[in-house]
T-cell receptor, first 115, second 112 residues
Framework: KQEVTQIPAALSVPEGENLVLNCSFT??????LQWFRQDPGKGLTSLLL?????REQTSGRLNASLDKSSGRSTLYIAASQPGDSATYLC??????????????FGQGTTLQVKP | DAGVIQSPRHEVTEMGQEVTLRCKPI?????LFWYRQTMMRGLELLIY????????DSGMPEDRFSAKMPNASFSTLKIQPSEPRDSAVYFC??????????FGEGSWLTVV
């Protein structure tokens, strides 16, 4: 059974700092991995999607890496800003052959960036 | 596009009452998902539909929960009777494919 773990559960950093959020998964047979952002009282917004054949994806100040063999992904945020404060969730998608369509989510890392 | 639209956004109900949550997916999306989010269990998939047909309902917690999708633009998640442990945020999401999905803003349910 696939399990997704995110460490740390919460993180507080001063503005301008570079930071790394970690995600690990137990079954390396994934279709893709996504990072989402969730603001309080809101739904989830997809930030980055990494296909299983890819190693990383970048969008602006965000960079996500994927190491399938070790079951790990990281989300790197450069030059953090107070507007980055949110909960970040990692989710893995099961292989398309299984046709389950399930995204398995981690519990999230709640980030606070202090001005 | 307006995105995935959910209603109600907030609901407080008494234990034993029926609760109906509604969802309008993004037009043209073939997949619709219902997720539940709690502090203890995080985000869990309850059920998903493809072309209005339920594909995987293994996450539906028990018989008190039911979901329908009568057409491509509407789905409901019903809880009858509701219990305090059903208090959670219920998200609807839709997609072109099962691996890249767009979430609504959720329905916040409190059962007292």
């Amino acid at each position: 059974k696939q399990e997704v773990t995110q460490i740390p559960a919460a993180l507080s950093v001063p503005e301008g700092e570079n930071l790394v959020l970690n995600c690990s998964f137990t079954d390396s047979a994934i279709y893709n991995l996504q990072w989402f952002r969730q603001d309080p009282g809101k739904g989830l917004t997809s930030l980055l999607l990494i296909q299983s054949s890819q190693r990383e994806q970048t969008s602006g100040r965000l960079n996500a890496s994927l190491d399938k063999s070790s079951g790990r992904s990281t989300l790197y945020i450069a030059a953090s800003q107070p507007g980055d404060s949110a909960t970040y969730l990692c989710a893995v998608s099961q292989p398309v052959s299984s046709n389950t369509g399930k995204l398995i989510f981690g519990q999230g890392t709640t980030l606070q960036v202090k001005p | 596009d307006a995105g995935v639209i959910q209603s109600p956004r907030h609901e407080v109900t008494e234990m034993g009452q029926e609760v109906t949550l509604r969802c309008k997916p993004i037009s043209g999306h073939d997949y619709l998902f219902w997720y539940r989010q709690t502090m203890m269990r995080g985000l869990e998939l309850l059920i998903y539909f493809n072309n209005n047909v339920p594909i995987d309902d293994s996450g539906m917690p028990e018989d008190r929960f039911s979901a329908k999708m009568p057409n491509a633009s509407f789905s409901t998640l019903k809880i009858q009777p509701s219990e305090p442990r059903d208090s959670a945020v219920y998200f609807c999401a839709s997609s072109f494919d099962p691996h890249t999905i767009y979430f609504g803003e959720g329905s916040w349910l409190t059962v007292v």
